[in-house]
């Protein structure tokens, strides 16, 4: 224990005779001894001896600050338990020259408490160089450790922030300067505190240096979560079963399963009563004419006109119709209008097929025409076939690209303003965002990751992954940004840093109480882990008589117990972790 006692020492009348003995012979009073007792009471100058010394000490190395002081040290670390009430400074002759004594315990020791003394002896009356201090070179106070209470030196800032030494004492300059470095800004790379965004400027998106809190973010997705239009992005209800068949809702999604479920309703094969779908017939299936639940496709309907027709030049005459394994294919009705033949007009580059009931070449079509019970054309100037897929002529015929373009508006490509099929857009065109004609699946958009130049989904971090500080893709929730902070910045309160800023715990709080003793108060939060160091002050009052002093004598991680020797009110600041 280390006490420094700016108390005032009483020059005795016996110490000042044997100074001005010394100066008469020339020589100078020399301080060799500290002699510590346990007698009470008020100091006087008719002293010769304390009322009850315990022991006198070696004389440190001295110190002459000014013309007024000496100042000396000793120590006692024989283990012995005594309490100091009085002490005086000791001549080489054993004449007390000054004397110091109270009625309250100056200094207690135990067996794990020694002496640490250092005084203030007053010379101010004697002439310069008159008392010297011829003490013990080798005088040297422990340092202080874990277990052992001694002196320190003051680390520097450089060692303070290294955070290696573990001899030099840090003071409040350097431990303020040390947790500043813990309270820079974060950045990218940086690990450190950010500012609260506002709500504006999470919804501006463009502040990259404060955070974004649940509420701010909630917000600000509330705004993402509008309504979607056809002009306006936004978020959509997925459509019932029943809303998705009747086709009527222009607000809700489909979902794969809801259109599988509807395109099944259209997957049902065709009858001559009901509406579905039906397989391509072959050409072997054409040709055979007996299969009527396959579809005839144009080239299919090509080639067995073109097997039968093959030849231009050639005119046939039709009288029944055309037939395949004895079965009709192309009737001719009855009457004055029976195909005759079929001729081919290239003229200017047009190829027009004519078929005709009479027997004159280059006649322009009039017969009538019918394929299965369909009717063709109608007879009376059948002039040929027509690209249209709108045309209500009843003198021309649908050619395979009317029929190929009528097919194809069943199987049109969907628009915001048309109904029809969408491809299925890659993971690629999910990430680009700017594809608006294909469909986007629930896969891709789960695969859609969030980076720091793209919206999309991010997995929320682990409070070992946030405490790590090396992940930077998934996202920190404002509850594990906070995990282990708190503070209470009251008279009596303390800052609890977040694990992954060490969980580093600053306290402070005061003992009062009336008169010298111990004094044990609770910390105001208890140290999860341990107390690292206590640092004790109290207001020094010189009342002529001497001053007031205070120190910690023990800590745990709930209280802390410091000794005063008046009754002014001690402040204890404590770390630990």
């Known amino acids: 224990m280390t006490d420094t006692l700016q108390m005032t020492m009483t020059v005795t009348d016996a110490g000042r005779a044997a100074v001005t003995n010394a100066q008469s012979n020339g020589l100078s009073a020399e301080i060799t001894h500290i002699a510590i007792g346990s007698g009470s009471g008020t100091p006087a100058a008719s002293d010769t001896a304390l009322v009850n010394e315990i022991k006198r000490l070696p004389a440190g190395t001295g110190s002459n600050?000014?013309?007024?002081?000496?100042?000396?040290?000793?120590?006692?670390?024989?283990?012995?338990?005594?309490?100091?009430?009085?002490?005086?400074?000791?001549?080489?002759?054993?004449?007390?020259l000054a004397v110091y004594r109270q009625s309250t315990p100056i200094i207690e020791t135990t067996s794990v408490v020694p002496l640490l003394l250092q005084i203030s002896i007053p010379i101010k009356s004697f002439p310069p160089g008159s008392v010297v201090i011829n003490g013990d070179t080798n005088f040297q106070t422990p340092p202080a450790t874990e277990s052992m209470r001694g002196v320190a030196e003051v680390a520097t800032q450089a060692e303070v922030d290294a955070g290696t030494d573990h001899q030099r004492m840090v003071t409040a300059k350097t431990l303020t300067s040390r947790l500043a470095s813990f309270t820079r800004n974060a950045t990218e790379s940086v690990k450190g505190f950010v500012e609260i965004a506002t709500q504006s400027e999470v919804d501006s998106g463009t502040d990259h240096q404060r955070t974004v809190t649940p509420k701010t973010l909630k917000s600000r997705l509330a705004s993402f979560a509008r309504g979607a239009t056809e002009s306006v992005k936004g978020f959509v209800e997925i459509a019932t079963q029943s809303e998705v068949d009747s086709g009527t809702d222009h607000q809700r999604t489909v979902t794969p399963k809801t259109l599988k479920s509807r395109l099944a309703s259209f997957a049902r094969g065709a009858t001559e009563s009901v509406k579905g779908f039906v397989e391509i017939a072959t050409q072997t299936e054409v040709n055979t004419g007996t299969d009527d639940s396959r579809a005839v496709t144009p080239k299919k309907l090509w080639g067995l006109l073109s097997a039968k027709f093959a030849r231009t030049d050639t005119r046939p005459s039709f009288q029944q119709g055309v037939y395949l394994?004895?079965?009709?294919?192309?009737?001719?009705?009855?009457?004055?209008?029976?195909?005759?033949h079929i001729w081919y007009d290239d003229q200017e580059g047009i190829g027009t097929y004519h078929f005709v009931a009479d027997s004159n070449e280059q006649a322009t079509g009039n017969a009538n025409l019918k394929m299965g019970g369909i009717q063709l054309s109608s007879g009376n100037n059948v002039t040929g076939v027509s690209d249209s897929t709108s045309s209500t002529s009843t003198a021309t015929l649908a050619s395979s690209k009317a029929v190929k373009s009528a097919t194809d508006a069943g199987t049109r490509q969907a628009t915001e303003s048309t109904r029809g099929q969408l491809e299925v857009a890659t993971q690629t065109e999910a990430n680009s965002s700017t594809d608006d004609s294909r469909a986007l699946t629930a896969k891709k958009l789960h695969n859609r990751t969030a980076t720091e130049s793209r919206r999309g989904v991010a997995e929320v971090a682990t409070q070992a992954e946030v405490d790590g500080g090396t992940d930077d893709s998934r996202m920190v929730t404002a509850k594990k940004l906070r995990w282990g902070f708190s503070a209470d910045m009251g008279s009596v309160g303390y800052i609890a840093l977040p694990s992954w800023l060490g969980g580093f715990v600053l306290q402070w709080t005061s003992a009062a109480g009336s008169g010298a003793g111990s004094r044990t108060v609770s910390w105001p939060v208890a140290f999860p882990d341990s107390f690292l160091s206590v640092m004790t002050s109290m207001s020094i009052k010189n009342s002529g008589t001497g001053g007031r002093y205070a120190y910690w004598q023990g800590a745990t991680n709930q209280n802390v117990t410091v000794y005063a020797s008046g009754n002014q009110t001690v402040m204890i600041w404590g770390v630990g972790r």
């Open 65 to 96: 600050p000014s013309p007024s002081e000496l100042y000396t040290e000793t120590s006692d670390f024989s283990g012995e338990s005594y309490s100091v009430y009085e002490f005086a400074a000791v001549l080489s002759d054993g004449t007390l």
């Open 325 to 340: 394994n004895n079965k009709p294919i192309v009737m001719n009705e009855a009457g004055s209008t029976n195909i005759d």
